[in-house]
């Protein structure tokens, strides 16, 4: 939820309305990720300027004066209307999400060739942020779409060193889910750890240690020490 004042929602997906405004719910599932928007309003609109009175007041707007709806506080190409009633951003903000693109070029295809998500630092979940996409010269909009060779500028592998006790009829299968974390360019991270990333895992003996089905899931096969090697786009990192 982009506003949890606006609305929250429960793990099953029941929305509730909590104050005027809007609000953007994010839902993900197997690695794809989709978006809802939700306007909320809780009163009338006495001066017919397109934004409720409840609203206007929260933003320090006059309910009774509708010019203050054509008004661009913040300066980003938005006004207070198409701000507050169409996308739900910041009044006083020119960038809402702080993802270095402002509101008015977020909502038009506009210099940078996309039209993205104004209340959303990553518009397609994808884990880059989109000024960052848009640099590395991937699609913000698109989640299969990601230049990760361009934007990393390393990774690592945790936990580094770790300790495995061997499987037996008592324990049973003993294993270690490894975290692989990227780091961007914008001074970010990401999640790693799936080989949808283009992430790969190598153990220098498979009958120490061996993988099972989780990308990154290392399991004890015999006593003894290895190390696992993970790649991702040309960057290397050991546990």
């Known amino acids: 939820m982009s506003t949890p004042s606006v609305a929250s929602v429960s793990p099953d997906g029941l929305l509730t309305a909590l104050s005027s405004g809007r609000a953007v719910v994010t839902a993900t599932n197997d690695g794809a990720t989709g978006f809802y928007q939700v306007l909320l309003s809780f009163s009338g609109d006495s001066d017919q300027d397109g934004i409720a009175d ?60 996309f039209a993205t998500n104004p209340l959303l630092a990553d518009t397609d979940g994808d884990g880059l942020r989109d000024a960052l996409e848009i640099l590395v010269n991937s699609d913000p909009t698109n989640p299969a779409s990601f230049n990760l060779a361009q934007a990393l500028t390393s990774i690592e592998a945790a936990p580094h060193p770790f300790i495995l006790l061997v499987n037996n009829t008592i324990l049973g299968e003993v294993s270690q889910q490894l975290v692989v974390t990227g780091h961007l360019l914008d001074g970010t991270t990401i999640n790693l750890v799936s080989g949808t990333k283009g992430t790969n895992y190598l153990s220098s003996d498979l009958t120490i240690c061996n993988f099972g089905g989780s990308d990154g899931e290392v399991f004890a096969a015999a006593s003894g020490a290895c190390t696992i090697t993970v790649t991702n786009n040309g960057f290397t990192a050991q546990a």
Do not use: C, H, M, W
């Open 54 to 113: 409840d609203i206007e007041v929260a933003n320090n707007l006059n309910p009774n004066n509708p010019v203050d709806a054509l008004e661009d506080p913040d300066g980003d190409g938005l006004n207070n209307k198409r701000e507050l009633v169409d996308y739900g951003t910041n009044i006083q903000s020119a960038d809402t999400d702080d993802d270095t693109i402002e509101d008015g070029e977020e909502v038009v295809t506009g210099r940078d060739g």
